[in-house]
C-alpha cells in the first residue's frame, strides 16, 4: 500500500515538474533587433513538486522497511 503511495507521489512530482515551465516572448533590448524567448517557472508547482518528491521518498523508505519485516 505504502509503495503505491510513493510512485503516485513520485509520477505526481513529475508531473508537476513538468507543468511549472511555461515559454515567453520576450522583447528586443533595442530596436530592430530581434525578439527572444525565456523560460518561466511557476513557484508553487516547482514546490508542490518538491514536497510530493520528499513525500514520495518517505513513503518508498516506510513500504521497504515494512516489507522487510
Given at each position: 500500500?505504502?509503495?503505491?503511495?510513493?510512485?503516485?507521489?513520485?509520477?505526481?512530482?513529475?508531473?508537476?515538474w513538468?507543468?511549472?515551465?511555461?515559454?515567453?516572448?520576450?522583447?528586443?533590448?533595442?530596436?530592430g533587433?530581434?525578439?527572444?524567448?525565456?523560460?518561466?517557472?511557476?513557484?508553487?508547482?516547482?514546490?508542490?513538486?518538491?514536497?510530493?518528491?520528499?513525500?514520495?521518498?518517505?513513503?518508498?523508505?516506510?513500504?521497504?522497511?515494512?516489507?522487510?519485516?
Amino acid at each position: 500500500m505504502l509503495l503505491a503511495l510513493a510512485v503516485a507521489a513520485a509520477l505526481g512530482c513529475v508531473l508537476s515538474w513538468l507543468a511549472a515551465s511555461s515559454t515567453v516572448g520576450v522583447a528586443p533590448v533595442l530596436e530592430g533587433e530581434p525578439g527572444t524567448t525565456s523560460v518561466v517557472y511557476s513557484a508553487p508547482l516547482l514546490g508542490l513538486s518538491l514536497l510530493l518528491a520528499t513525500v514520495a521518498g518517505v513513503l518508498a523508505v516506510l513500504g521497504l522497511a515494512r516489507l522487510r519485516r
